[in-house]
Antibody, heavy 120, light 108 residues
């Protein structure tokens, strides 16, 4: 059974770069033609798609975050990662990683989420 | 950008009631509309994909309908374990995924 698990620092200082990793277990990140995405949710608010990556490395970003976001994949470690630069308090959120079979498909498997707070 | 309007933002209903949530897109999105359930402190769970298809393992009391700009999510008989926040989510060819504002469902 495929599982996703987010990891990374829970506290990031303003203006620094937020870095998170999603580890995929129970299957290979590159064995099937899936997309892997990041979604975030500020405390008490709704969900926001950050971006997605194809197992081959093609990336797709939310235009509102595109200038600050980098998503990469490491097939040797069965992981994909998120970097969000120049963070502010507005980037404080629970960050989820999730899978979607095709671009346009629903997010069918999610990680449990990890809380990241931006504060000095 | 395509805007999603989900309503109502909150809803109180009794066990056994039929519950309906709507989602309206500002442009035609065909059937690129999905519905998720999120319980407090948990990740969202996919319930309905492509507007009307029930995800494997999801109880049949959940259903979805619609295409184009107007979509409906229905719980035919509300159960206590259905207390959660429900989100619609659309995809356009930008590419861009957008979630609705959410509907918080409570037991009356």
């Amino acid at each position: 059974q495929l599982q996703l698990q987010e990891s990374g620092p829970g506290l990031v200082k303003p203006s620094e770069t937020l870095s998170l990793t999603c580890t995929v277990s129970g299957g290979s990140i590159s064995s099937s033609s899936y997309y892997w995405g990041w979604i975030r949710q500020p405390p008490g608010k709704g969900l926001e798609w950050i971006g997605s990556i194809y197992y081959s490395g093609s990336t797709y970003y939310n235009p509102s975050l595109k200038s600050r976001v980098t998503i990469s994949v490491d097939t040797s470690k069965n992981q994909f990662s998120l970097k969000l630069s120049s963070v502010t308090a507005a980037d404080t959120a629970v960050y989820y990683c999730a899978r979607h079979p095709e671009l346009g498909d629903a997010f069918d498997i999610w990680g449990q989420g990890t809380m990241v707070t931006v504060s000095s | 950008d395509i805007q999603m309007t989900q309503s109502p933002s909150s809803l109180s209903a009794s066990v056994g009631d039929r519950v309906t949530i709507t989602c309206q897109a500002s442009q035609d999105i065909s059937n690129y509309l999905n519905w998720y359930q999120q319980k407090p402190g948990k990740a969202p769970k996919l319930l309905i994909y492509d507007a009307s298809n029930l995800e494997t393992g999801v109880p049949s009391r959940f259903s979805g309908s619609g295409s184009g700009t107007d979509f409906t999510f229905t719980i035919s008989s509300l159960q206590p374990e259905d207390i959660a926040t429900y989100y619609c989510q659309q995809y356009d060819n930008l590419p861009m995924y957008t979630f609705g504002q959410g509907t918080k469902l409570e037991i009356k």
